[in-house]
């Protein structure tokens, strides 16, 4: 098949060097190159396809599941905050010292 087909020119140098030091014509060494580059990524699609196997997490009725990620985001927050707290109130740090 007779094609145009627009190489940038850092592959063209590189495919007339191979075609020079191969000793086969331009044509030959673009074709060749296609070849093996389709044949690694046929190789790499050779097994099979990862299976999906759902899961029912048991979520209550009601329960807004678009939902979750805000609820640990808030969650998060809380637990930094608190964190926070604790680390500028000195006497907080003293009374969990004291229980240790």
């Known amino acids: ?14 495919l007339k060097r191979r075609a020079r030091e191969l000793g086969i014509p331009f044509k030959e060494a673009v074709n060749r190159t296609i070849r093996a580059g389709l044949g690694e990524a ?9 299976r999906t196997i759902p899961h029912s997490f048991g979520f209550r ?4 599941l678009d ?11 809380e637990a930094f905050a608190s964190s926070a707290e604790g ?9 969990s010292r004291s229980r240790a």
Do not use: F, Y
């Open 42 to 50: 046929a190789k790499t699609r050779r097994g099979a396809a990862p």
């Open 1 to 14: 098949m007779r094609t145009t087909l627009t190489i940038d020119d850092d592959l063209a140098g590189l």
């Open 67 to 77: 939902k979750l990620g805000q609820l640990a985001d808030e969650l998060e927050a």
């Open 61 to 64: 009725p009601g329960v807004d």
């Open 87 to 95: 680390s500028r109130d000195p006497t907080r740090r003293q009374r």
